[in-house]
């Protein structure tokens, strides 16, 4: 008995598709590019773009250069600031959550208990308001059986 494996045929398949659609948006990428480089603002702003960060490059490659323990200090302070901004906003994240937590959504879990409460309460009342009704039609049919006889 031989057995039959779709899953090799498959996988080869998803990889040749993949490979295509891959290859398809690098081709429409560069093409994309080269027709924008069409227009003259776009070539321009490119460029700009470039010398922009070349010279911002060069100016951080130079400063580590001639002073890199300052550089790695700055870098160092930055990191601490920014890891110190970030703990204050996890902290202000679950304070939010917290607060959310305690004055939103336990009031609605409340009311939809106490509304689920009031619910079978009505129910109950109904279904014995229907009992009087049906005692008190007894009882006008004993009143009219009785005024007969």
């Known amino acids: 008995m031989t057995q039959t494996s779709y899953n090799n045929l498959s996988t080869t398949t998803e990889n040749d598709n993949n490979g295509k659609l891959l290859r398809g948006m690098i081709i429409g990428a560069v093409i994309g590019g080269a027709l924008s480089m069409l227009d003259s603002n776009t070539r321009n702003k490119v460029t700009e773009t470039t010398k922009n960060m070349k010279d911002t490059t060069m100016d951080m490659y130079s400063q580590v250069k001639n002073n890199p323990t300052e550089v790695k200090d700055d870098l160092q302070e930055r990191l601490k600031s920014a890891s110190s901004v970030l703990k204050e906003a996890i902290s202000d994240a679950q304070k939010l959550y917290e607060k959310v937590n305690e004055n939103i959504i336990l009031p609605v879990t409340m009311v939809k208990d106490e509304s689920s ?33």
């Not at 079978?120 to 009342?125: D, G, L, Y």
């Open 117 to 149: 409460e009031i619910l079978s309460h009505a129910k109950e009342a109904t279904t014995d308001l229907k009992d009087i009704g049906g005692k008190v039609k007894e009882a006008g049919e004993e009143v009219k059986g009785s005024s007969n006889g």
